[in-house]
């Protein structure tokens, strides 16, 4: 018994081990994962191109490699393209972070997520096109990727994660998939070159600074499924910017309330036709003394009169479903 027992020991030993170990093939770092697979751990700086291979051989044991660790080939500023096997399954966060000689990448359809920043600052990038494996793309995967001028995002996607594309200042096109309920704080932040947007039926909520500075974006909808608009989320895009998308002191878009000027006035009427008043519209509109909302308005927004400190009246309309937080009311 004793003998079976120290066996077993030995062979789980061994085994951790295997799992803590790194070894080094060509410019390729890999670290062993399990008994059959290893990822990859690091790349030689200097390197240009890379083949990452389906499988290797350490110690007489032959390894699949199935996965890109965490910030594998970060600040491989020398790297001009790589080959990613559909042994791949995983490409860990940061993956490819400041690679900023990449011209192109080639992600394999065994790939769900782009996981967090993981194409950060990847500036020579000019096209990207996710296969149709993808489901989630996560916080800032492509953040800063400054001279990419077309992202594909396939229709299996189902989350994008808050600043994925910001400051993508090339960015001309991207679809956003139906089946999207949020479009995340900051996601198209900077984008100045995005001229047009569709948004889908399936979105419920447009965050904060969702399309901030979008300074070419003229174009775009809000379909009725929208019950929710944060602080400045159109905010200096094209529409914003053209005077004459204002009604006197407010801006109204797809009978939503996305801006208002402090006036001079201290009363105020929100149009009849508006159903929805975004985030922090009166916000600090300190001459504000009354407000009379419409029958038709049904969602009013967080913050939208937090500061109006002369405020002593509101009259609301008899449809409203949702009030916000830090409202006056």
Known sequence: MKIIILSIVAVVCVNIGLAQERFTIGD?????????????????????????????????????????????????????????????????ACAFSYCIGLTSIDIPNTISTIETYTFRACTALKEINLPNSVTHIKQGAFFDCINTVSITVPNSVVSIGSSAFDNCSSLVSINIPEGIDTIEYSVFNNCRSLTSITIPNSVTYISTVAFYKCTSLASFTIPQSVRGIGCDAFSYTAFYNDSSNWNGHVLCKDNCLLGARCMNGEYFIIPDDIRLIADNVFFLCQTLKSIDISNNVTYVGNNVFYGCERLESVSLGNRLENIGKKNVL
């Not at 008994?35 to 751990?41: G, H």
């Not at 890109?68 to 860990?92: H, K, M, Q, R, Y």
Request: with cysteine.
């Open 28 to 92: 390729l770092t890999y670290k062993v994962k399990n008994n059959a697979e290893v990822k990859v751990y690091k790349c030689n700086k200097s390197a240009t191109e890379v083949d990452i291979p389906t499988s290797v051989r350490y110690k007489l044991r032959k390894y699949d490699v199935t996965s890109i660790g965490l910030g594998a080939f970060e600040n491989c500023t020398d790297l001009l393209s790589v080959a990613i096997p559909n042994s791949i399954n995983e490409i860990e």
